[in-house]
């Protein structure tokens, strides 16, 4: 019995995560469009002179959603709390990537393919957010259109919840360290993702680890 209410509540448990990460992301699409502050670090540094910018929403609306999310889906309360890491974690890695064409649905596709391949319900998710990649990557690839905040942490969500689906305990802690280092790293991890092009120059290699990719 307990079995099947879970394999009945991931759909609508997944579908929350990803649509409030979406929404998070379109809120900062819109409401942060003019504000030249980028990264955590920005963001966070605002809240603490008392102004909650489009960007710290987003921050924690998407934290909120992968912690409920992860609790819904994990039974042991350290395996809910790695896994609502992985599912924020996610959806700001696909986010800090997206940079160029190409980019974030790239990531997408080199993370989603596993979680295929492993099949069960991680399959399912990871074989429907590699379908929604597939609708976009042409005009993606060819800058006609670009996925934004909103696509990007509404895919990156839909990931993360397909690694929480499909792994354990020790899978969710590498993932969870690897997330929070890249997020402790966003500068790096941004300019890792320009390479090649013009704008990447001079980038590389020169910021110190912490808390601010160019996408928030």
């Known amino acids: 019995?307990?079995?099947?209410?879970?394999?009945?509540?991931?759909?609508?448990?997944?579908?929350?995560?990803?649509?409030?990460?979406?929404?998070?992301?379109?809120?900062?699409?819109?409401?942060?469009?003019?504000?030249?502050?980028?990264?955590?670090?920005?963001?966070?540094?605002?809240?603490?002179?008392?102004?909650?910018?489009?960007?710290?929403?987003?921050?924690?609306?998407?934290?909120?959603?992968?912690?409920?999310?992860?609790?819904?889906?994990?039974?042991?309360?350290?395996?809910?709390?790695?896994?609502?890491?992985?599912?924020?974690?996610?959806?700001?890695?696909?986010?800090?990537?997206?940079?160029?064409?190409?980019?974030?649905?790239g990531a997408v596709v080199a993370l989603g393919v596993p979680g295929v391949l492993r099949g069960g319900r991680a399959g399912q998710v990871s074989a429907g957010t590699l379908g929604t990649v597939a609708a976009v990557l042409g005009d993606d690839l060819a800058g006609r259109a670009m996925i934004g905040d909103a696509g990007a942490h509404a895919l990156g969500a839909a990931l993360g919840t397909a690694v929480v689906l499909g792994t354990g305990r020790v899978g969710l802690a590498a993932h969870a360290a690897a997330l929070v280092a890249a997020a402790a790293c966003g500068h790096r991890v941004t300019a890792a993702a320009r390479w090649g092009t013009p704008e990447a120059a001079g980038q590389f290699g020169t910021e110190e680890c912490g808390p601010a990719g160019d996408t928030v």
């Open 1 to 105: 019995m307990g079995a099947t209410f879970a394999a009945a509540r991931v759909r609508p448990v997944a579908a929350v995560a990803v649509a409030v990460a979406g929404a998070c992301g379109v809120y900062d699409d819109l409401a942060g469009a003019g504000d030249p502050r980028r990264g955590l670090r920005a963001h966070l540094g605002a809240l603490r002179d008392g102004e909650v910018t489009s960007g710290t929403v987003k921050l924690f609306g998407i934290t909120a959603a992968g912690l409920l999310t992860g609790s819904l889906l994990k039974e042991r309360p350290l395996d809910k709390l790695l896994a609502g890491v992985v599912i924020a974690g996610a959806a700001h890695f696909v986010n800090v990537v997206d940079v160029r064409p190409g980019r974030a649905v």
